[in-house]
């Protein structure tokens, strides 16, 4: 099973940007390549919300309308990393970012469809 770890999280001035990473182990080189690999967000008193994921070889990506255009999701399976960077970030991005792990076929979004999670990584955007 697979262990991812957040990093690269801090405070960024309004229209700045932050690249956020995430490490994975536990798992071969081969089985890490065929999860679906996810970035959900959780700002205070809010739910858990679906920001972008990257299928297995990063061909296919897809995000939440919010940060289309701004936010760019991509992995290094070689590495066993997964990348989220932000860019033109805004105060309502600001919330605790969560890399997670999904064995789920098609283009998981929900947060039940992922296994495996990070302990999160807290992202401030000050205007």
């Known amino acids: 099973q697979v262990q991812v770890v957040e990093s690269g999280g801090g405070t960024v001035q309004a229209g700045g940007s932050l690249r956020l990473s995430c490490a994975a182990s536990g798992a071969s080189l081969r089985i890490f390549s065929m999860y679906t690999m996810g970035w959900f967000r959780q700002a205070p008193g809010k739910e858990r919300e679906f920001v972008a994921a990257?299928?297995?070889?990063?061909?296919?990506?897809y995000y939440t309308d919010s940060v289309k255009g701004r936010f760019t999701i991509s992995r290094d399976n070689a590495k066993k990393m997964v990348y989220l960077e932000m860019n033109s970030l805004k105060p309502e991005d600001a919330a605790v970012y969560y890399c997670?792990?999904?064995?789920?076929?098609?283009?998981?979004?929900?947060?039940?469809?992922?296994?495996?999670w990070g302990q999160g990584i807290q992202v401030t955007v000050s205007s």
């Open positions: 990257a299928r297995w070889n990063g061909g296919i990506t």
């Open positions: 997670a792990a999904s064995t789920k076929a098609g283009t998981p979004r929900e947060r039940f469809d992922y296994e495996n």
